[in-house]
């Protein structure tokens, strides 16, 4: 299995943006543990070590914009917002109306080039941005959300669990190239 290599970057990104501030108050007291944490409405936190992966694999760069689906607490929002710097874009999407509260309570006015929305029925994403340079997934899916991948640039990366393997995709003129990354779990990307 091939895993992703460790950045000093994301490692920062990691200091900078605290677990803890992005999770429910009887959650907090783990937020050190190497493991997802429930944050209600049948949803996770991820795991940490799980999301550096994810990040690595990502390599989001300052100035990018990117699309964190399945933003969820709002973390991973963060941590891609301190990886993109002041002149990038990070628009995190979560189809349950309370994390979408929850998560711009915990991102504040801290990250003003970050933003959190709700997603619409039977959108994957929010194509209307479009292009991204990057694009995180943080829900399985059963196969290639191509739907996803048309709203990279050409050259753009998708990172994203499919059918319990991490993918990194790169958009190119031609076919997406698709690399593989090993096993991993995730709750279900939902499309509806």
């Known amino acids: 299995m091939r895993r992703p290599g460790r950045t000093q970057r994301v490692a920062e990104a990691f200091l900078a943006v605290a677990r803890r501030d992005f999770l429910p108050a009887r959650q907090q007291p783990y937020a050190d543990d190497d ?4 944050i209600g409405h049948h949803v996770t936190n991820s795991q940490p070590s799980t999301v550096r992966d994810m990040l690595e694999l990502l390599d989001a760069r300052p100035g ?4 964190d689906v399945g933003s969820g607490s ?29 998560a711009r ?5 801290r ?18 941005g479009a292009p991204y340079d990057r694009v995180l997934v943080s829900a399985a899916a059963t196969e290639l959300p191509t739907a996803l991948v048309d709203q990279l640039a050409v050259g753009g990366v998708l990172v994203a669990p499919v059918a319990g393997e991490m993918l990194r995709v790169t958009r190119t003129e031609d076919e997406p190239r698709i690399e593989r990354f090993g096993h991993y779990v995730f709750v279900p990307l939902i499309r509806d």
């Open 35 to 38: 493991r997802p944490l429930e």
């Open 74 to 102: 709002g973390w991973t929002t963060g941590l891609l917002a301190h990886l993109v710097g002041p002149d990038g874009e990070v628009r995190g999407v979560e189809r349950i109306p309370a994390l979408v509260v929850a």
């Open 111 to 128: 990250y003003p080039q970050a933003s959190v929305h709700e997603a619409r029925r039977g959108v994957l994403g929010i194509p209307e």
């Open 64 to 67: 990018h914009r990117v699309l």
């Open 105 to 109: 309570a915990s991102l504040g006015d």
